[in-house]
Every structure is written in C-alpha cells, then in structure tokens.
C-alpha cells in the first residue's frame, strides 16, 4: 500500500472511531459530572480537575483509536494481499474465439406456436493460452446467445479437440462443434447474426471460469439454399 493510500485509510478509521461510541462516552460522562458538579458542588478547583481528567481521557483515547486504526489498516492490506496471492496461484486463461463456419444442415422446421425455424451445425477455434504458472486442463464450455442482435438457440455443444494440459506461455488450439437454431421470418432465405456479443465461457481443472472473446467481425450464417 502506497503511503498516501496508507495515511488515507488510517485518516478514514480514526475518523469513524472518534465519531464512534468511546468519545462518546467520554463526552456524556464529562458532561453530567460536570452539571453534578455545578449544581452540588461549588467548588471551582474540582471542576478544573474534571476538565484535566477528561482532557488526559480524551488524549489517551486518542492515542488508542490511531493504534488500532493503524492494525485495522494492516488488516486491511493484508486481505488484499492474501487475495491477490489466492488469486495469482490460480491458471488466468485469455483466448480468442475465431473462424465460426457452418459444416452441416439439420433443415427446417416447423411448430404451430413459434413458426419456422431452421437448424445448422457450426465449428469454431479457441486459440488459448494460460498466464499463470499453474498448470490445468478444461473441463466445460458453455455458450449464451442471449446478447446476440437476433435470438437463437445453442445446442449439442461439444470440445471437438482439447489441449491436454495447458501450460504458461504456450498457445494452443481447440476446437468446438455446436447446433445453432433460429427461427424465421416469412420468406427468408438466409440468415447472418453478428456473434460479437455471444458469451463462451471455459471452465478449467479447478472449476474457475474464463470469459473467452469473440473476434470481431465474426458472423454466423444460416443459407437455407
């Protein structure tokens, strides 16, 4: 923690705590001993020492909220310390999703609520790599169109070939296969979405999830010829 950062996160716990329940105690307690005082009791001098006594309270209560703002602000940089490590010991998996291409066609179909819709398979590629020194495999892939410009529907997704361990620094390749059904508009011969906004998410050996980008420009086509 920088000493600015530092000085600012003491500044804003000794703050809350002089704000908090200790000077107010010290407060009320001066306070009716001093009207108990002025009202029983006439005697100058012991008023004065009530003054002083409250002024080395209020000292010393001081002294004790700096200290322990100080721990707290320890404890507070520890936590991210320990949570950026926790972090770091995890793999960091960064990839591109690319090349999306239509390879078969499950046709038209047809159903009285939702009209026509036509199906096709699609393949894509992963070039990955893992940033941190920890090993790990994939285990999981899933895919949300739900952002897409146009509505479809995803299925049947499968890791067609996967790395066996990924390694830092070393860029590998997968490949994924998926159906992709959209429903159509009357007469309508061929469907192109924009895929940019669709969310591939892997899941590695650990079971942590990395958000997988798609290149832009990457377009899925349904040509129903």
Request: proline share 3%; glycine share 8%; with cysteine.
């Amino acid at each position: 923690m920088r000493l600015r950062e530092y000085l600012g996160t003491v500044g804003k716990l000794v703050g809350g705590r002089i704000s908090g329940w200790l000077f107010a105690i010290i407060s009320i307690g001066s306070l009716f001993t001093s009207a108990w005082l002025t009202h029983y009791n006439a005697d100058q001098k012991a008023a004065s020492n009530l003054l002083m006594w409250t002024a080395g309270f209020s000292l010393l209560a001081f002294v004790f909220v700096i200290f322990q703002a100080q721990y707290d602000a320890w404890c507070v940089e520890r936590k991210r310390y320990e949570d950026e490590a926790a972090k770091n010991v995890r793999p960091e998996l960064i990839g591109e999703a690319l090349r999306f291409e239509k390879y078969g066609s499950r046709g038209r179909a047809y159903d009285k609520e939702s009209g026509s819709s036509y199906s096709a398979h699609f393949k894509f590629a992963i070039h990955l790599c893992n940033h941190r020194d920890t090993p790990t495999n994939i285990r999981g892939i899933s895919l949300d169109p739900s952002a897409l410009p146009r509505a479809i529907s995803v299925s049947a997704i499968t890791m067609a070939t996967l790395p066996p361990v990924l390694q830092k620094g070393i860029n590998q390749t997968m490949l994924v296969t998926f159906d992709a059904t959209v429903p159509l508009k009357e007469q309508e011969n061929e469907v192109e979405i924009d895929i940019s906004q669709l969310i591939i998410r892997l899941v590695d050996g650990f079971g942590d999830s990395h958000l997988i980008a798609v290149r832009n420009g990457e377009r899925l086509v349904f040509a129903l010829a």
